[in-house]
């Protein structure tokens, strides 16, 4: 966004323009994500539970996770949590995969946050984002996130998966990869994603803007 500014408004190269990341509210994120556990979202622990979440719209790719995990080879539960236009289109989608057992549309929830925090692996499969809150609060509740590279910037993210956007396979393959990983690799993901969306607080959002 800095980069396209500069390039519209030439002026502006001459001036001090910084960026700022958006910022987390950590605490109250955790705190929510608590209210809910996870016997009571259906969760499976037999299996493996995927979570997405966002609208249900073009920019956010949802046909081609649902490509990707028709594709895995062990038993899963893909949760999308969000609604929009494309519901009907991705239900039968789905159908036609014959994946309707494995995969759940759960809508508009109101707090999202423990199906973040419950999921086994959370994945932001977009084709196009400014910046992805949704991938920040992902990384404050998961220590397995998984994101296409659909905005500037996902790709020095540390503790994260990434893949390219549009890439069923690629997909695919990221969420094996992610699965096969250790505990120790995820808990060390864990801990960069953490120190991340630490710097990212509110508090030293406002300190940044203040000073």
């Known amino acids: 966004m800095k980069s396209e500014l500069l390039s519209n408004v030439p002026s502006f190269k001459h001036r001090d323009v910084r960026v700022l990341m958006n910022p987390v509210e950590v605490s109250q ?22 979570v997405a979440v966002g609208r249900l719209v073009e920019e956010k790719a949802y046909d081609i996770l649902l490509d990707s995990v028709a594709r895995l080879s062990f038993d899963f539960h893909l949760y999308i949590v969000g609604t929009g236009h494309l519901e009907s289109s991705l239900k039968d989608q789905v159908a036609r995969l014959n994946i309707s057992k494995k995969v759940f549309f759960v809508g508009h929830a109101p707090n999202p946050f423990p199906y973040m925090k419950n999921a086994d692996v959370c994945v932001l499969p ?6 992805p809150n949704v991938l920040l609060e992902m990384m404050t509740l998961s220590n397995c996130v998984i994101s296409t590279l659909c905005a500037d910037g996902i790709e020095d993210i540390p503790g994260i998966f990434t893949c390219e956007i549009n890439s069923s396979s690629d997909l695919k393959l990221k969420i094996d990869e992610a699965l096969a990983c250790d505990k120790s690799e995820l808990l060390n993901r864990q801990e960069e994603m953490e120190l991340y969306v630490q710097k990212l607080d509110i508090s030293n959002f406002v300190n940044k803007i203040i000073n």
Request: hydrophobic content about 40%; charged content about 25%; proline content about 0%.
């Open 126 to 131: 977009s084709r196009l984002e400014g910046f």
């Open 29 to 50: 994120i955790k705190d929510a994500a608590s209210e809910i556990k996870s016997a009571d979202l259906g969760f499976n622990h037999n299996q493996v539970n995927i």
